[in-house]
């Protein structure tokens, strides 16, 4: 497994939390995924074998968020 910690803009709410924590969660290969709103961080297990950290990036720009 790897972790990641991903910096990320425009998330203000907890409907931002629960749709990228849903969306990321949803991908094969997601062990957890942690929104930390206040600090404006996802922090993301993954397998690395099963899936790419850009896939991860891609999926939270897919739900309208700006990934540094």
């Known amino acids: 497994m790897e972790s990641v910690i991903l910096n990320v ?3 203000s709410c907890g409907h931002c939390v629960k749709a990228v924590e849903e969306s990321v ?6 062990n957890q995924v942690i929104v930390k709103l206040d600090e404006a961080k996802v922090e993301v297990t993954f397998n ?3 899936l790419s950290i850009d896939k ?7 739900q ?5």
């Open 9 to 11: 803009q425009g998330m």
């Open 25 to 30: 969660g949803e991908l094969e290969g997601i």
């Open 48 to 50: 690395e074998s099963q």
């Open 56 to 62: 991860i990036k891609e999926t939270i720009e897919d």
């Open 64 to 68: 309208g968020y700006d990934v540094e």
